[in-house]
């Protein structure tokens, strides 16, 4: 029994310091919603749909594209009118 209450003194007496160092810190702001990164724009192939940075991106007839063999896909599927 004895042990329980030395266990419930050193408990309230950690609470007490802890809410006492709490006391004397400045309030936390509330994060908000984090700010957008700064990025390229993005682009989706032609062919298959896939988005990707346009600075990745090849340009051909229909559009931009993932890679060489969409774009050969697509303008091999469409050829020019």
């Known amino acids: 029994m004895k042990y329980l209450v030395l266990i419930l003194v050193v408990l309230a007496v950690l609470w007490f310091l802890r809410a006492g160092v709490h006391?004397?810190?400045a309030p936390k702001?509330?994060?908000g919603p984090?700010?957008?990164?700064?990025g390229e724009n993005?682009?989706?192939c032609a062919h298959c749909g896939?988005?990707?940075p346009s600075s990745d991106a090849l340009?051909?007839?229909g559009g931009m594209f993932c890679g060489e063999a969409h774009r050969a896909a697509y303008e091999q599927a469409?050829?020019?009118s």
Do not use: D, I, N, T
């Open 23 to 25: 006391r004397g810190e």
């Open 29 to 31: 702001p509330k994060p």
């Open 34 to 38: 984090a700010p957008a990164p700064k």
């Open 42 to 44: 993005m682009v989706s």
């Open 50 to 52: 896939l988005h990707l």
């Open 59 to 61: 340009p051909g007839r």
């Open 78 to 80: 469409h050829p020019p």
